[in-house]
């Protein structure tokens, strides 16, 4: 880009991508701006009305949505910490070198690929069902009474499958930072005395300190909007237990039919997320620098 | 003390046969280069005698003791490795303080033993910096830093002069020996350079192939090499090796004359005669590649200008005295 003429040629060329996506971008925000302030029921089509500011009040002291914020923070949060401490150890047995290692970073990578619904699905059914699942028969072959997951700890259930499919995805980016860690360096520790555990602290730990943040970066995004595991499981229940901010958005709006409050809930989680990527490229975003 | 000895040292990965057993006396506070071509063993050699690898066969004695179940931190070698491996997220005081640190020294002992080496290396005002932040002669010398603080019975070094440019190169060349000089301390060397191992070296180790080929001082193995191997390796410009009826008058299968024991002789008629094919002019030196027909291609080195070009005819006369003998499986004859 270092004349004048190729300047223009790049923006010119450019134009046309960066329009379509700002357009694309633009137009539901503003159409979730537009329908936040008016009161429009799906009941009642064709009554909307200009309400100003009433949608994000009436969302914002609903009870349901101090829950939904905590459920979805501590969603969030035992996801992240789980895929993490699980991640790093199964990323260092998955380094060494074993027979038939390229089979079982295939089989360690799968869930990633089954789609929400389906892991869901099977979960529910087959592995956390009081009656037939995989879990409750263990339990009464130990002599316990098996747990009823979606009853007793229905946001732990939850935050269980949620974890299972996330695990391969931070394995696999922890994977591939263990192997580009120079293996001179880890014989350097060696040479310099630092036993197994000495080495895994002051040289691969910190070695993966920008993984495990790009991890915790790219996770959260995706976190904050875990919908699917919780409608097929949970159904945001029992009562509120299992809810989170992009569950309680569609409920508003395609079980109470108030599409005025979910838009308004739409914006607040939009700030929310925000909120939380402020805070997370300040705690640990400076590991990504140089 | 720092006397490290290796007696039929082997080792194979698999099939394969690295190290046809080695043996070698290396005297306390001696610098030994290992130099060979790539592939030779070199490296290998001196993994095992750092405790990286583990040997297949033989022993190797550390004052005396055999080391060869011993860890590697257990027995008192410190390495400079290729790549440095300087840890990146430490400064230059914890790289150099790790061994340290490990070692469970006291937080003050640990500064004060840093802050000296790097006194030794001219690093202390760098001492907070993060490797990265350092140019490449400086992380060099953070490498030694880490190496010599830890007061070791002997120093391996690993190739730790490629990476760097051809001025710093001889720069570092010069304060790794007078360092060794002055701290006495045992050192290994390996270097694929010929020149490294020539001006460094108390005492050269030539390795082809995963044999030693020959164990001496510099000159030693430049004048009285053991075999076609070490004469056409030790030396720059190489040894011309004649065969045929010329080697075989003088009861040789080849004979070796290095290119500064060839007197050159314009338009003469005696010796070697042959057509300058490249002619190089340094100033200090003139190289020649002469072709001369049947005796192939022949390197002459004259000390100072000379003023003869592509195209000249001259005659090469070797000085009798310097002629090397070898037999038809490459050993040297010794009169």
């Known amino acids: 880009m270092a004349t004048r003429q190729t300047q223009f040629l790049a923006r010119a060329l450019l134009t046309p991508a960066v329009g379509l996506l700002f357009i694309w971008m633009i137009v539901p925000l503003a159409l979730t ?25 009436y969302f914002l002291t609903d009870p349901a949505f101090l829950a939904s914020l905590q459920n979805t923070l501590v969603l969030v949060g035992s996801v992240l910490a789980l895929t993490i401490l699980l991640g790093i150890p199964l990323a260092l047995l998955m380094d060494q070198p074993v027979i038939g290692r390229n089979f079982v970073r295939l089989m360690v990578i799968a869930p990633f690929f089954v789609m929400p619904t389906v892991s869901a699905l099977v979960w529910k059914n087959l592995l956390m069902h009081p009656v037939s699942g995989l879990f409750a028969w263990l339990a009464k072959l130990l002599g316990m009474t098996p747990i009823d997951w979606f009853t007793d700890a229905p946001l732990l259930a939850v935050i269980l499958i949620v974890a299972w499919q996330w695990l391969p995805f931070a394995t696999l980016i922890l994977l591939t930072a263990l192997q580009s860690l120079d293996e001179e360096q880890k014989e350097a ?17 910190p070695h993966l300190a920008r993984p495990i943040t790009v991890v915790i970066l790219i996770e959260t995004i995706f976190l904050l909007t875990v919908f699917a595991e919780i409608f097929v499981t949970t159904g945001g229940g029992p009562g509120l237990q299992t809810t989170n901010i992009a569950f309680l958005i569609y409920s508003q709006a395609l079980i109470q039919f108030d599409v005025g409050s979910a838009s308004a809930g739409g914006l607040v989680a939009v700030v929310i997320a925000n909120i939380v990527a402020f805070f997370l490229v300040r705690i640990v975003g400076r590991n990504l620098e140089a | 003390m720092g006397q490290i000895t290796l007696q039929g040292v082997q080792k194979s990965f698999g099939p394969v046969h690295i190290i046809k057993g080695a043996d070698l006396d290396i005297a306390d506070g001696s610098f030994v280069v290992f130099v060979g071509p790539s592939g030779c063993g070199k490296t290998t050699l001196l993994r095992l005698i750092a405790g990286l690898e583990d040997v297949t066969g033989g022993s190797i004695l550390i ?71 350092l140019s490449g002669g400086q992380r060099q010398r953070v490498a030694i830093g880490r190496a010599i603080v830890r007061e070791p019975k002997g120093f391996l070094f690993d190739e730790p002069l490629s990476n760097l440019d051809a001025a710093l190169r001889v720069q570092m060349r010069i304060e790794v020996t007078r360092l060794q000089k002055q701290l006495g301390t045992t050192a290994i060397y390996v270097t694929h350079d010929q020149v490294e191992a020539m001006t460094m070296a108390d005492k050269i180790v030539v390795l082809n192939a995963g044999k030693i080929e020959q164990y001496g001082s510099p000159l030693e193995l430049y004048e009285r090499p053991n075999n076609l191997f070490v004469a056409g390796f030790i030396g720059s410009p190489k040894m011309n090796f004649v065969t045929g009826e010329l ?51 022949l390197t002459a080195r004259y000390v100072g200008e000379l003023s003869l070009h592509a195209g000249d005819r001259v005659s090469l006369v070797p000085d009798p005295a310097r002629i090397h003998r070898f037999d038809a499986s490459g050993n040297a004859l010794r009169n």
């Open chain 2, 63 to 133: 004052d005396g003791k055999n080391v060869v179940d011993t860890p590697p931190a257990k027995r008192g070698l410190s390495m400079v490795f290729q790549s440095y491996a300087l840890y990146p997220h430490m400064s230059v005081r914890g790289n150099i303080g790790f061994g340290l640190k490990m070692a469970g020294l006291p937080k003050d002992e640990i500064n004060r033993k840093v802050e000296a080496a790097a006194a030794t290396l001219n690093l202390s005002p760098y001492l907070d910096r993060k490797p990265r932040e």
């Open chain 1, 189 to 205: 520790a060696e040479m310099d005395g630092a036993s197994a555990l000495s080495t895994f602290i002051y040289i691969t730990l």
């Open chain 2, 247 to 297: 080697a075989q008058q003088q009861g040789a299968a080849t004979i070796g004359v290095r290119p500064e024991h060839l007197k050159i002789e314009r338009d003469g008629t005696g010796g070697w005669v042959g057509t300058i094919a490249v002619a190089e002019h340094l100033g200090s030196d003139t190289f020649l590649y002469v072709d001369a027909g049947p005796l192939g291609m």
């Open chain 1, 33 to 57: 701006i537009y329908f936040s302030t008016l009161h429009y029921s799906l009941l009642d089509p064709g009554s909307e009305s200009f309400v100003g500011l009433e949608n994000f009040r």
